[in-house]
């Protein structure tokens, strides 16, 4: 589960029949704090990767953009995969199987809240 900042646009892939794929970052922010000894710990900022699939994913391309609030759950998938300099690169992603809306898009929805799930 995590609550986060969308950093990028989704990036939105249709493969077999209309199924779709997409992608994007959120940031968590863990707020900073003071010791007891007047040291100051600064905010930390986090960065993970989610992955939509099917209708997830043409919700997420139609509605979500750079800026807002995400709600998601979902389960770890790590990847190994060699880029196009032959260099292997590992990738740990969110599969998201449900997600909330934080961003109000008007009055109505800001009221009711908008989830979807897979």
Known sequence: MLIGNVGTDPDVHYY?????????RI??????YSLPNGTQVPDRTDWHNL??????AKV?????RKGDKLYVEGRLKYRVYNDAKGQRQYATEIVVD???MLTPRSQKEAASGTSFEE
């Open 16 to 24: 077999d029949a209309d199924q779709a794929v997409a992608q994007l």
């Open 27 to 32: 940031a968590t922010t863990e707020k900073g």
């Open 51 to 56: 992955v939509f699939y099917r209708r997830l």
């Open 60 to 64: 997420v391309e139609q509605y979500v």
């Open 98 to 100: 449900s997600m909330e």
